[in-house]
């Protein structure tokens, strides 16, 4: 079964190589492509699952899942994950209570902003040394702090000395969120209940993470990736290695001991800070981190680099793909000659990036930089019983 998943995406892959031209070219985006490197654990290997909360089939408006359906079709409904492979038992058990806990609450679930109610998506995150972490999202409506403080209460007693209990949280967040999607400087994570953050092992080092922070959702997956990208990156002793959008650090800091230093970029603060304690907690004292958006930090960074090592880049972005002053910082830096580009969703926004990162000289768009041209691409299945897999392509130049 798992085999005719990885000739799927192996195929699915190969049509990358559709839109690309001559590799010898500047501007060519062909290049030798590599047969799907697998995961090593192919069931539950989520280590974060989001739940949302809506109607189910039976018309339930409390069913805390997944969605099925479209919206141009109007037929989207809530299903409960029980049945998704991928997802780990921890996961749908603390989904099952969370829906329980609403079932019984006076409080209706929010579907529409709109339209009122307050029980909104449910994040639960685990990592292999056993610890469990929930994130309860909460649209506050018009509910004074004393109404807010109640519900709060009421959710922190369900999960510690109610049913909930057998879930064994090692943290418990509460969010008021008026949106969408919040950032933790939007709408702080408010800890109800344990510790502030959860652990994980990777490459024998241990990583700590906040609620919002940027963790590879396979974590066995993510140690056969970065152990790769070491080797593309061939580094020696004396090379400086450039982490964009780093996360938590896992990238830099698997990677430190090959190199004389990491600087590690990221917009997520809490992320920041976590990859900070990371570097301390494993004694590795070779790595800088900045906080702040890619776009803002890395062209001041960049333009005035004089040192003489090597610099190697390693680029991780979420799928809106790196900022274009991102892209022209990286370009014209004479002294990368070597980039590893990681993307979830390389025939979306990234295929722009590769297009202005190979394509010859613009002075109208200040790309002044040789070009660079992609060497090799290894689809990676990080994300096993889907179609989607996590791209490595290395360019140099």
Not at 18 to 23: K, V
Not at 39 to 68: A, E, Q
Not at 178 to 196: D, I, K, V, W
Request: net charge neutral; aromatic share 8%; hydrophobic share 40%.
């Amino acid at each position: 079964k798992y085999e005719s998943q990885r000739k799927i995406l192996q195929t699915l892959a190969s049509r990358l190589e559709e839109l690309g031209i001559d590799a010898q070219k500047p501007g060519g985006l062909c290049c030798p492509l590599q047969p799907v490197v697998p995961s090593p654990i192919i069931n539950g290997y989520r280590n974060k699952s989001t739940f949302s909360v809506n109607r189910g089939p039976d018309g339930n408006p409390k069913t805390v899942g997944l969605y099925v359906g479209t919206g141009r079709g109007q037929n989207i409904v809530c299903v409960k994950a029980n049945h998704v492979e991928n997802i780990p038992s921890k996961h749908k058990q603390v989904a099952q209570c969370y829906e329980e806990f609403i079932c019984h609450s006076p409080l209706d679930s929010c579907i529409l902003f709109h339209e009122g109610g307050h029980w909104r998506e449910l994040v639960v995150r685990t990592s292999s040394l056993g610890h469990t972490m929930a994130i309860v999202t909460f649209h506050p409506q018009e509910l004074g702090q004393e109404a807010l403080a109640t519900q709060k209460a009421l959710l922190k007693e369900f999960f510690t000395c109610g049913p909930g209990a057998v879930c064994a949280l090692t943290s418990l967040y509460f969010q008021e969120s008026t949106m969408t999607r919040c950032s933790h400087e939007q709408a702080p994570y408010q800890l109800l209940h344990g510790a502030p953050h959860i652990f994980e092992e990777l490459l024998s080092l241990k990583f700590r993470i906040s609620p919002d922070a940027f963790f590879q959702v396979n974590t066995t997956g993510a140690e056969v990736l970065y152990q790769r990208v070491g080797e593309l990156c061939q580094a020696t002793g004396d090379t400086v290695l450039l982490d964009i959008c780093c996360g938590t650090g896992t990238i830099g800091l698997s990677l430190a001991h090959q190199v004389s230093k990491v600087i590690g970029v990221e917009m997520v603060e809490k992320a920041i800070e976590d990859a900070k304690w990371n570097a301390a907690f494993n004694g590795i004292s070779n790595c800088e981190f900045h906080s702040g958006k890619a776009e803002a930090v890395l062209p001041q960074l960049l333009a005035s680099w004089e040192d003489a090592r090597p610099l190697v880049a390693v680029v991780n972005p979420s799928r809106a793909g790196l900022h274009y002053r991102v892209v022209r910082a990286i370009r014209n830096c004479r002294s990368i000659r070597r980039l590893l580009y990681i993307s979830c969703k390389p025939e979306g926004e990234a295929m722009r990036n590769f297009l202005e990162l190979c394509c010859p000289p613009d002075p109208r768009k200040k790309l002044v930089g040789e070009p660079f041209i992609p060497m090799l691409a290894i689809p990676f299945d990080l994300f096993p019983h889907t179609v989607h897999c996590e791209l490595v392509l290395l360019f140099t130049r």
